[in-house]
């Protein structure tokens, strides 16, 4: 059993104990375990018992619950809890703004325990007769129902490479000579995809039995010699097409995409005497293979370099190719420092120290600590008095470090009028400061951007953390007036931060490349809470080269010294210094 099926197991059982109203302990309990093996990098499935001792939040039961998890590939007290409640109870759960406690009255008033159900009584004005519910939330969940009915179908990036990863590595298992590879929105570095599309070439007809038997598959749509469909527990739907080895490059071409990409590439080609299709590039007189064995030969006989995947979106991709002026794609490895993270100080599961050598451990020269701030109440958030000797603690810890700074940051709350949550003489003191915005989602345009922008005025701001506040597939970024933010940005020195994790990665690609040509800074976070999440950075950067961005462009590609130089509060330092000189 893989580790995010057992973090989910774990999970509903949280939810469903704190829909009953039990024990808050236990209900912690059960969300650091979950967070802890999803954040495993081993499969806690395989590991012996001393072992699974040894990950955070998981005592002597809670091994028994993975052991049985592992062995049976269920759960009988996480059964017995869903027997309490009709199981589409689960799914009211997965709406923005919606907890166990709303769903709790919902189905103890007014019997609600369906999607269909609960957007019935809020049509009818059914809801805001709930004491402790109103008008606002009433609006708030039929747009969440909304928002839902539109994201239905996508999955994560994040999600969709680790269940397709999965499919990849059984069948590179059984077919190790064959390329196997996965394509589509996947391979593009897609924000979000919807099926799993899989290729395959030099593999025995086997394959497809190898395919449709795979862990994990509910159910065989298609079963044929060169394409076989499923339907996975996850509710994917996977496809898996074999090819000749020489049509490998045409055909990781085709289906890779996007639609637009291709009618472009296949438009160059018909102009050059030429057609273009997965089986390979082929002369339009007498039909002669000019290339396909490799994606490289495919776009070198239209005249052009190869085009990286992420680029292939009809942006201008083919024009810049041509000109010979694609650029030079950030790479996971130019990066020197991930600048916001948090630790058991706030919300975080890892101390300052885990922390800081886990990014030694990465290479990184430089990190950040950068906990929240007071307004973050649930998150245990610091207030100036704390914020400051918490910087005094990371500064203990990076004295202790040979080969990495430890920069002590907050994460300062944005409040609804503008100013931060935090005084300027606690900000002052600090090494860096992320302003972002975590609450009051619901004001207009206006409201937003003149919200955004007085914290961009503030002189102790570095950067502008998640900067459109959008969960993928369950929140749409508040209402804001992107461009001038940018513009702004630009004007006062602060960076924009690509948040990497999965449900946020913001700002989107198509916003960094906007800032990028701006002339904004950008940061490549990871907003890690854990050690292990440091490694989430992969996200981050894989929005990164979808918006063109080269090493340069990211401020933290720098060494310690010019980084640090290009922060807002040193340059304003530097501009006031050279000012009353």
């Keep these: ?30 969300r650091a375990a979950a967070d802890s093996v999803a954040d495993c990098p081993e499969r806690v499935a395989d590991l012996p018992a001393d072992r699974l001792h040894e990950l955070p939040g998981i005592g002597k039961d809670l091994a028994a619950k993975i052991r049985e998890l592992a062995d049976t590939g269920g759960l009988a007290y996480h059964r017995t809890l869903l027997e309490e409640f009709p199981p589409s109870i689960l799914d009211l759960l997965k709406l923005q703004g919606v907890g166990p406690k709303t769903v709790a009255l919902l189905y103890r008033t007014l019997g609600i325990s369906t999607l269909d159900e609960l957007e019935s009584a809020a049509s009818t004005g059914r809801l805001r007769a709930i004491k402790g519910m109103g008008a606002k939330k009433e609006e708030l969940i039929l747009k969440a129902l909304d928002e839902r009915r539109r994201f239905s179908g996508r999955h994560l990036l994040a999600d969709t490479h680790r269940v397709a990863s999965t499919l990849v590595e059984h069948l590179r298992a059984r077919a190790p000579h064959a390329t196997i590879e996965p394509v589509g929105s996947l391979r593009r570095g897609s924000e979000t995809c919807g099926d799993i599309d899989i290729l395959a070439a030099g593999a025995p007809p086997e394959i497809m039995d190898w395919f449709t038997s795979a862990p994990a598959i509910a159910r065989v749509l298609g079963r044929g010699d060169t394409k076989s469909s499923v339907l996975l527990d996850d509710g994917y739907q996977a496809d898996l097409r074999l ?41 339009v007189d007498d039909g002669t293979r000019v290339a396909g064995a490799t994606e490289q030969e495919i776009y070198a006989a239209l005249d052009l370099p190869f085009v990286p995947p992420e680029l292939r979106e009809h942006r201008g991709e083919i024009e810049a190719a041509g000109e010979r002026r694609l650029p030079a794609l950030i790479d ?182 906007l800032a ?47 980084f640090r130089a290009r922060l807002r509060r040193h340059r304003t330092s530097d501009a006031r210094i050279a000012s009353r000189r």
């Excluded at 059993?1 to 024990?23: C, P, S, T, Y």
């Excluded at 490059?249 to 085709?254: E, H, I, P, R, V």
């Excluded at 922390?355 to 245990?380: F, P, V």
């Excluded at 050690?531 to 462009?553: C, F, M, Q, S, T």
């Design 1 to 30: 059993m893989e580790n995010a099926a057992i973090a989910r197991v774990f999970q509903e059982i949280a939810d469903l104990l704190e829909i009953k109203g039990e024990n808050a302990f236990r209900i912690r309990a059960y």
């Design 332 to 513: 996971r490895g130019d990066l020197r420092g991930d600048v916001h993270m948090h630790t058991t100080a706030t919300d975080g599961h890892d101390d300052i120290e885990t922390m800081a050598r886990a990014a030694e451990a990465l290479g990184y020269e430089y990190l950040a600590i950068t906990d929240h701030s007071k307004a973050l109440a649930m998150a245990n958030g610091l207030d100036e008095r704390r914020a400051l000797a918490h910087a005094k603690a990371i500064r203990e810890v990076g004295r202790r470090l040979e080969h990495v700074t430890v920069l002590a940051g907050i994460e300062c709350d944005i409040r609804p009028d503008g100013s931060l949550d935090l005084a300027d003489d606690c900000l002052a003191q600090l090494d860096l400061v992320i302003a972002s915005v975590h609450s009051g989602f619901n004001q207009d345009e206006a409201q937003m951007t003149d919200r955004v922008l007085a914290a961009l005025d503030n002189p102790w701001v570095d950067v502008l953390g998640h900067p459109t506040g959008r969960l993928l597939l369950r929140r749409d970024p508040y209402r804001l007036d992107v461009e001038r933010v940018i513009q702004a940005a630009a004007d006062a020195g602060v960076a924009l931060e690509i948040n990497s994790q999965p449900d946020r990665l913001d700002l989107s690609d198509v916003q960094a490349r």
């Design 516 to 562: 990028r040509d701006r002339g904004v800074p950008i940061v490549i976070s990871t907003d890690a809470h854990s050690h292990r999440g440091l490694d989430l950075v992969r996200w981050g950067i894989a929005v990164a080269r979808r918006a063109w961005l080269e090493a340069p462009d990211v401020l933290n590609t720098r060494p310690f010294g010019e």
């Design 243 to 283: 090819v000749p080895p020489e049509s490998l490059g045409a055909a990781l071409q085709y289906f890779t995409g996007s639609k637009a990409h291709n009618i472009a590439l296949r438009d160059r080609a018909l102009q050059r005497g030429l057609k273009l299709n997965e089986y390979g590039l082929f002369t």
